[in-house]
């Protein structure tokens, strides 16, 4: 229903519709009133908008208004995992974040559990340090659901996966091409939230678009797999080599996939 102008067929009075204005929006009782006159036979429409309508689909109207503010509200808050310290997370409400300029809020569909996540959680130190309270996981993909102003190459709707660790560029390790040492990283699910929550903001330059046939757990795989691939490439594999991988968790696996390419 538009803000200002709506339309409402009315049995019984004339096969046109009624052109009337909503009015006051600020309450579900006051947007149940309204008054207009038909374009075709001139007579008034009733004096609420609920008289318009057969019982049933006022009830179903009824509904679905409140649905709609039900989900507006609900929108407004949001469900994250907070790490408080060793052995302590908690599942809480949190408010929805907002993306500032140059950012853009993704709606998680899923997010993978790292071994950092692990030592985080066991209370070891992780690749960047970490301040409670924060919300964990920076292997992640999901929905753009709102983009920040300044954003050009994204918009609400497309799929993506981040990369969750932005360098500064200035520092003297960023100069000589270490990053990793970066002394100034912004880390997503380590120094600022990541992505054990419903939503969250990520600068525009971490994003990246999702192939058609790319499944959301398959996006929240590429940050691993970069990992994987930079170790295979420092390696310097070659076809007919033959290797040992120590380990065999997750990443052990996903380099005993990549050496057998």
């Given at each position: 229903v538009c803000s200002k102008n709506w339309k409402q067929q009315v049995s019984g009075q004339c096969t046109e519709r009624f052109a009337g204005t909503e009015g006051d929006r600020k309450s579900f009782q006051t947007r149940m009133y309204w008054k207009g006159t038909?374009?075709?036979?001139?007579?008034?429409?009733?004096?609420?908008?609920?008289?318009?309508l057969s019982p049933g689909r006022r009830r179903r109207t009824q509904f679905a208004w409140n649905a709609s503010a039900q989900r507006t509200k609900m929108e407004d808050k949001m469900k994250s995992a907070y790490f408080y310290g060793k052995h302590d997370i908690r599942v809480e409400e949190a408010?929805?974040?907002?993306?500032?300029?140059?950012?853009?809020?993704?709606?998680?569909?899923?997010?993978g559990i790292c071994g950092t996540d692990v030592h985080i959680y066991e209370g070891d130190k992780g690749a960047a340090e970490v301040t409670p309270p924060t919300i964990l996981g920076h292997e992640f993909s999901g929905v753009i659901a709102k983009t920040g102003s300044g954003v050009k190459d994204f918009k609400e709707g497309d799929r993506v996966c981040i990369?969750?660790?932005?360098?500064?560029?200035?520092?003297?390790?960023?100069?000589s091409g270490e990053v990793h040492f970066c002394e100034h990283m912004l880390g997503y699910g380590t120094t600022v939230n990541g992505g054990f929550a419903e939503y969250c903001v990520v600068r525009e330059s971490q994003v990246y678009r999702l192939g058609e046939n790319t499944s959301f757990e398959q996006g929240a795989m590429a940050e691993p797999v970069?990992?994987?691939?930079?170790?295979?490439?420092?390696?310097?594999?070659?076809?007919?080599?033959?290797?040992?991988v120590i380990g065999g968790g997750m990443i052990g696996r996903l380099m005993l996939q990549l050496a057998k390419l």
């Amino acid at each position: 229903v538009c803000s200002k102008n709506w339309k409402q067929q009315v049995s019984g009075q004339c096969t046109e519709r009624f052109a009337g204005t909503e009015g006051d929006r600020k309450s579900f009782q006051t947007r149940m009133y309204w008054k207009g006159t038909c374009g075709n036979c001139g007579k008034e429409g009733p004096a609420k908008r609920e008289d318009a309508l057969s019982p049933g689909r006022r009830r179903r109207t009824q509904f679905a208004w409140n649905a709609s503010a039900q989900r507006t509200k609900m929108e407004d808050k949001m469900k994250s995992a907070y790490f408080y310290g060793k052995h302590d997370i908690r599942v809480e409400e949190a408010k929805t974040p907002e993306p500032g300029p140059g950012e853009v809020l993704i709606q998680v569909k899923a997010c993978g559990i790292c071994g950092t996540d692990v030592h985080i959680y066991e209370g070891d130190k992780g690749a960047a340090e970490v301040t409670p309270p924060t919300i964990l996981g920076h292997e992640f993909s999901g929905v753009i659901a709102k983009t920040g102003s300044g954003v050009k190459d994204f918009k609400e709707g497309d799929r993506v996966c981040i990369d969750p660790n932005c360098y500064c560029g200035a520092c003297d390790y960023c100069r000589s091409g270490e990053v990793h040492f970066c002394e100034h990283m912004l880390g997503y699910g380590t120094t600022v939230n990541g992505g054990f929550a419903e939503y969250c903001v990520v600068r525009e330059s971490q994003v990246y678009r999702l192939g058609e046939n790319t499944s959301f757990e398959q996006g929240a795989m590429a940050e691993p797999v970069a990992c994987c691939l930079h170790g295979i490439d420092m390696c310097n594999i070659r076809p007919g080599h033959h290797v040992v991988v120590i380990g065999g968790g997750m990443i052990g696996r996903l380099m005993l996939q990549l050496a057998k390419l």
